[in-house]
Each structure stands twice: as structure tokens, then as C-alpha cells.
């Protein structure tokens, strides 16, 4: 129908659609108002085969990740539809069994049925194997999450350390000096990064850091047997890894008859629905997912786009949401900053 | 290459896959030893230009949902997933403007130019075009919410009643009488559906409910002041229909020095992170989210499969999680119940 409106043949319809460069301009120019006109879509299975790209990012939706991921994953997912959308693709969600190769064969047998284009990767770690099946066949993708990632991969990630940094300017800023920090166990790229984080912005205010170091399983009662040692010790703040764990500190003080906020400053980080619901109202460090979706989106087109094109990598900053439990100054606070 | 291993035309093969009622018995079985032998998958765009089929099922990802779904729909969307991709379908995750026509272009466009075979549709309403542009069009769906669905329509959904209907025979098997409900202002089918299962558990106690219905937006501290009068008036327990309410109801305890679990009885509803992060645990309501997931993509694919079958709806129970916060005997029971 558009070759028969614009009067030129159908071959020269599918170059003005897939290879644009090989037309005279004003041919194109016919073309593309005859399209315009028609509102003429190309129907995409008929594209796929001819171009074998189906138009499709897939993003496996894992049930581990949602510990950390899970009550704000709407905001990541949602901007990442919309992202793809604008640029003509789809998100193609799938499950498949985390690790191992069941989880690569699933992979594999996405590329073989659906040509699916390119992969978002979440929650990868070292000794993922799904970086090394997608290198090797040459497809697209980008992790969200730096620690499994190369020098020579795309990835976007949220600069932890710099939410437990901004932290602990703000409490010290507030005349807190013994400010520890509430972690995971070691050994998770995000969780030392946090933890980097608070360490260096201490000694950067040239606070003491010996002692004040506490770690639990991301679990409200672990992280309450965690800090109750640190408040008879005279810690008067802490920052926390997760949610989850600041809420546990709000848990052992109140065993101990101290009111987050106003005996002892709590943050936690992820910003979660919980972090509102609280008494008082938790300050915590917001993830900006929207954007971090987004990123994902513009980075993979920009590589199926150019692949051989630099790998590039964003690093988006956190933003610390003060509310009640870290917003007054130290009630015992001493007489000379630094004693 | 499947043709010529199991010495039939290509046009059995296709027969074989698509049509396999057309062949003998034996042949088809041939054939079959022959796909198997040699791994053969149809490719998905070629099939879909032949049977006018994608094997893809729309899901639009709406943020405005997320204040009820957001913390708990990670277990729905896995559950999706991992069902249709048990059935060879894949779930085309996509983003429109809510509401009104640019919604629905957004439906239009995803079958004209995706295929898609099938939607699953969650937060439907009164006025909601996208139901009657899928009829119109033929295009199977199922809708997660019964509120606006007709009766000839698939619908999967939780039965909220049964949930607040479950709490109140808890509470009042320990002794409550005075069982409030803090429920959100008429008129969602959701949020009327919960006060009723309250109400009718409390006939069924031969309870009065008078007095004893107060409503708030879904805030934690519009629920406060919605519920500090009710105490004074010798309230014990609060039903609420959300996890958010209910936190709303433990700061107005709080607030007015009583005890949450020890002092009057809460029971929210969800289940969400937040439930588990209070002190005391706040005992909730909880949607059978993984199942609802599966019950969708049953529905649809019968529907797919026989597009005439009578309509069917799957009404799933919720559970009552009861924790602390609901947890004892009332402090101030009568001495004679019914008092």
C-alpha cells in the first residue's frame, strides 16, 4: 500500500524503513509522507524475520532480589517500560531458576525462539554465568549493579557509599561524634560499599571509627541483638545498611527505654514504604530507580545502536530524606565539639 | 531439516505443529521423534506470521497501583511469569498513560503491531475502556479484580471479605467486643468489600457495629486522627483495611500512652515488609499473590484455547497471619461476655 501511494517499489518501501541511507532524499521524503499518511506500522513479526531483531529487552524477575529490591522494584520496573517503549521496544519479563545453567539455557532459549534483542541484568554476581553467555554471542546488555560487571561492560548503579557519607555529614553536622554503622555481614559488593562509605566520611571529620562497626543478617531482631552493646557505650547515631536494620535499632532502643530521634539518630538506606509507617518517622537514603531505569534503557540502545562504541558507565547519587529519627541536634551534646 | 529426517513435506511438519489432528497417528508421531532428535524450536517470529500468534501476553505495569500492590506485587509478577513461560508464552511488560484514550491506543497499537494474543488487566474501574476495547476486538483477557468486570467475563480475585471476616472471629474468640473498622472512604469495590466482611462477621457475633466504622485516605496519620476518639470510648480492637492504617492506629495509641497488642488488639491487612518491621509485629490479612498470579494465566490460556467456553472467576482466600499485635486474651475482658 505505501509503495503503490508514494509510486516506487516495495524493496524501495523496506530500505526507506531499514537502511535509509541508501535513498535519494527525496525519495525518502515521498516514502515517509506516504507512511505518515497511511499511519503505516510494519507489522513486527514481519520485521523480526526480515531484520532478525524483534525489538525486545528481557528482564528476569527474580524473587531473591526482593529483600533489598523489592517494595520500590514498581518504580524501577515502570520506568524501564516506558523508556523502552519511547524507543519502539518492549520489555519481555520472564522467570527463569536463579544461577546455573538452567538459568543460562533459559537465556539461550530466548535468544533461539523470541531473537530477543538485548538483556537488563539484575542482582549479578561473581561467578554469574549469564555475562559470559551473552559476551560470547555478541548480544547487548547492561547490568544494573557494578559489583559481577568489567571495565569493558555497560552498567548503571546508585553510588552506596555516597548515601552513607551524606549521612554522616548530616549527623555530624547535628554534633554526633560516635556514629557507628549497622552493616551486613562482609562480603556483598553493596554492603561494603555502604559501609566504605560511613568509613571514610568518619575519618574525613576526623571521627574515631574502633568499635563502632556492627554487622546482622538483614532481619529486624538479628540487628536489635547487633547494636544493644553500642548505647551503653555512648554511641549517639547510627547509620544502617538497609531499612530492615535501622529498624532493629529502633527496636533495641526501645528495649532500653531510648527514643529513636531524640536519644539516639537512626538513618537507614532504601527509603522503603516502612521507613514512612514508623514512629518516628525514619530518615533513610532514596535510590533513584526511576532514573536508574531509565539509564539502563538509554545505555542499551546506545550499544545495540554502535556496538563497538566505548563501554560506559553511570553512577547516579543517592539522596539522603531526613525526617524525625535523625532531625534534631544531640541532646547530650558536649560542651566542646570533638570531647 | 525436520521434514527431511522424518521423510514428510514441510507442510506436514507444519501440520505436525500446528494442526496435528490433520495427521495419521504415526506420522505425527514421526515426526515428532524427528523434533526431538534434532532439538528443533520454531522460531517465534515465523510462527507468529503463520498462525497470527505471539505467544505474548500484555501486562501494563501502572504506578498509581502501588500504594495497595506496590510492596507485594513482585511475588504476583513472578508467579505470572514463570506460568507463562511454563505455557511457551512471554509476558510483554509495557507503560501507558492511565486512563482514557491514550491508554487504549496504547492496547491498539500492542496488537497491531506485537500480536499479542492476550492481557492480563489489574486495577480495573467503572469506566475503564480497556475491557470493552479488548471485547470488541476479540482479544482474550483476564482481569486481576472483580469490580469492574461483568459477569461474562474471567476474572480472578481475593476475597477481602473472608480476610476481615477471619479477623473479627479471632478477636472476638478472645474475648473483644468493641471491634472497630478502619476502612477508607466509600467506594472502592476493594475498600467496601473489606468493611462488609467486618460487618457481617460482627452480626454473626451478634456485635453492634455502631459508632464503630471511622474511615482515612490510606496515611498513616490521617489514620491516627481517624481513630484517637475511638479508645476513650472503650474500643479494644481495630480492623483495618490496610498495613498503612493500621501503623496509623498503633501512633494514636502510642500517642495516648496504650500499648498496641497489650492495650487494644490491631489487625492490618496485605501483609506488606512493614507488618514485620513494628514492634509489636502487626498481625495482617494476606494475599494469596503467587496463586492469583497462576490463576490468571489459567484462565487466560483456557480462554485462548477454547475462546467460547463459559466465562469462569476463581475467588482465592486470604489468610490471617496472627502476630503479636493480636495475639492475646483481652487485657480488660467483662467479667460476662456480651457486657
Known sequence: MVAQHSG???????????????????????????????DYRPHQAARSLRTKSSRLIGFEIQLTAFGVFGPVMANFLHALSESANEAGYGILLFAAPAG??????????????????????????????????????GIPFVAF?????????????????HGTAAAVDHLAGLGHRKIAFLGWPRGSGVGDDRERGWREAMLRHQLSVRGLRVSATDDVDAARKAVEGLFPAGVTAVVAASDALALGCYRALRDSSRMPGRDVAVVGFDDSAAARLHSPDLSSVRQPLREAGRSCVQLLLARINEPLREPEQILLRPELIVRKSAASVIANRPARPGI
Open 8 to 38: 516506487v517499489s516495495p524493496q524501495t518501501v523496506s530500505n526507506a524503513l531499514n537502511s535509509p541511507d541508501l535513498l535519494a532524499p527525496e525519495t525518502l521524503e515521498r516514502v515517509r509522507r506516504s507512511i505518515e499518511k497511511l
Open 100 to 137: 546455573g545453567e538452567e538459568e543460562t539455557d533459559r537465556y539461550a532459549e530466548l535468544l533461539r525462539e523470541r531473537s530477543v534483542d538485548a538483556f537488563i541484568l539484575t542482582n549479578t554476581y561473581r561467578g554469574d554465568r549469564r555475562p559470559g553467555l551473552l559476551r560470547k554471542r
Open 145 to 161: 549493579g557494578r559489583w559481577s560487571a568489567r571495565d569493558m561492560e555497560d552498567w548503571v548503579d546508585v553510588d552506596g557509599a
